[in-house]
């Protein structure tokens, strides 16, 4: 008898070897991040401040679906704390930039304000996660290589504010 391992059943449309790529559901958190990213690029093109943009935010998504896809607490505070300590978070990033701050697309400068506060802020959430999150933001609503110096940039944050011991 023949080996089917590997085969593609009867009846199915996908060629034999080829395997359907799935992207992983998005969770809460990463929906949090996404609306956050939203706010802070709001706040950095526009300059309300951190209410007003959260208002907007509530008003164009609805505090229920915003409660229901993401995680509204996570979100609140990444989004206020990356706009209110924006001085602060710039100052653990502006030494990596390879360009000047102004040069940042407000995307890349978004993600890094929401990346450091979360490496400054939230010990709890592996520096790893929190870099590879922001660089799945970059990818998705920025620049074609954005993604790869907010991966650069925020290597060199976490290994100036995380102890070694979380970076083992």
């Not at 950095?44 to 935010?57: N, Q, R, T, Y």
């Not at 102004?102 to 450091?116: F, K, N």
């Not at 999150?133 to 609503?141: G, I, P, T, Y």
């Amino acid at each position: 008898m023949k080996s089917t391992q590997g085969e593609t059943p009867p009846g199915s449309a996908q060629p034999s070897g080829m395997r359907q790529q799935r992207r992983p559901a998005r969770t809460a958190r990463r929906r949090a991040r996404e609306y956050a990213l939203q706010g802070v690029y709001q706040w950095l093109v526009g300059g309300a401040d951190a209410p007003a943009v959260e208002g907007d935010l509530i008003e164009r998504e609805g505090l229920e679906d915003l409660e229901k896809k993401s995680d509204l607490a996570h979100l609140r505070e990444v989004m206020h704390g990356a706009i209110d300590q924006a001085q602060a978070l710039r100052a653990q990033f502006v030494p990596f930039l390879d360009r000047e701050l102004g040069q940042l697309s407000p995307v890349e400068h978004a993600c890094l304000l929401i990346a450091t506060y979360e490496l400054t802020h939230r010990q709890e959430i592996p520096y790893r996660v929190i870099i590879n999150e922001a660089v799945e933001l970059a990818k998705s609503f920025g620049g074609a290589e954005g993604f790869r110096f907010i991966n650069g940039v925020l290597d060199k944050v976490a290994a100036n504010v995380r102890s070694a011991q979380d970076r083992a």
